[in-house]
């Protein structure tokens, strides 16, 4: 459902798509050609004495830098820009649909639940044309890239991303598959929530003249103790990712080292290439990361 609702609202913004995309892409080969001067600079000029080498590659260091920080901005506001209007336009594609309900039509859906799909729906949808335009877009590149340029380092010690990309992409299947349901659930929560409020607003009267206002806060007090356990158990889910996360990336960090600096002291790995390698392998998991949040 939600790739069509993209296509259609994003068909009149198709050339600021194809901006942030080729911005992204640019910002992408930018931040991975850095770790490969950087070891150069370690290999060619600390190694070497060389302070020239030093200072000419630093300055084209600084250069790319400057250019993946230009990217960064131009891509950011290009897609917080296309993103807000997607959700503007689906709102009130949402509102106009919703006025041409019949009674039937509307009384099917409940009031509760169109005014969620109006504001927080369409806020979704918005949040993650962003997140798309933001990260999605640029998680593949870097991936792919990262994976290049590290096989490109040391093809030996490339053999441990075949054990630290498939283990971090499992325990994020893993969180993602009993996230997806708790968001839904949030969702009907948040209808429910709208639903008690609305009727305690719209039968105010009735409620003190009939003295309900104890079950009446009784009914309010279930649903939102409803929404908060829901959201609680994903943030619980939230909570334990990140370490979990944060210990596949150590561990990986400590093999490569482990293992390269075996490689440096039988002279088939330079110092900068560990170097560089290491800051691909964060590169490849944090493109990991992103893609499955």
Same mark, same amino acid.
């Given at each position: ?12 913004? +198709? ?7 080729? /911005?992204?892409?640019?910002? $992408?080969?930018?931040?991975? &050609?850095?770790? $490969? ?62 006025? +041409?309900? &019949? ?10 639940? /169109? ?21 999605? =877009? ?55 929530? #709208? ?15 009939? $003295?309900?206002?104890?079950?009446? +806060? ?5 649903? #939102?103790?409803?929404?908060?356990? $829901?959201?609680l158990q994903v943030g619980y889910l939230m909570a334990l990712?990140?370490? @979990? ?8 960090? =400590? ?25 691909? /392998? ?5 493109? @990991? ?5």
């Amino acid at each position: 459902m939600l790739l069509p609702v993209l296509r259609r609202f994003l068909r009149p913004y +198709r050339r600021d798509v194809l901006r942030v995309v080729l /911005l992204q892409f640019l910002q $992408t080969i930018a931040d991975l &050609s850095l770790p $490969t001067l950087n070891a150069d600079i370690i290999d060619n000029g600390v190694v070497l004495g060389d302070t020239g080498y030093i200072l000419r590659v630093g300055g084209v260091m600084l250069a790319i830098s400057a250019l993946q920080v230009a990217c960064a901005i131009g891509a950011v506001f290009l897609g917080a820009r296309t993103a807000m209007s997607v959700g503007r336009d689906l709102r009130h594609a949402v509102f106009t649909r919703v006025q +041409r309900f &019949s009674l039937a039509e509307a009384g099917r859906f409940g009031a509760p639940s /169109l005014i969620t799909r109006s504001t927080n729906g369409a806020q979704q949808v918005q949040m993650v044309t962003f997140m798309s335009f933001v990260i999605i =877009v640029m998680a593949p590149i870097m991936m792919i890239g990262g994976i290049i340029m590290a096989v490109r380092q040391d093809l030996g010690l490339s053999a441990l991303l075949l054990v630290a990309v498939p283990v971090l992409l499992g325990v994020m299947v893993f969180i993602a598959t009993r996230m997806g349901p708790l968001f839904r659930t949030i969702q009907g929560r948040i209808d429910r929530i #709208n639903l008690v409020m609305r009727e305690q607003i719209s039968g105010v009267r009735v409620i003190r003249a009939f $003295t309900r206002q104890p079950t009446e +806060r009784q009914r309010f007090a279930l649903a #939102n103790t409803q929404l908060r356990d $829901t959201s609680l158990q994903v943030g619980y889910l939230m909570a334990l990712m990140f370490p @979990v996360v944060q210990l596949i990336i150590n561990v990986s960090s =400590v093999a490569v080292i482990w293992f390269g600096a075996g490689r440096i002291d039988s002279g088939a790995m330079e110092v900068g290439s560990l170097v560089a390698f290491l800051n691909y /392998l964060m590169q490849i998991l944090m493109s @990991v990361l992103m893609a499955s949040m």
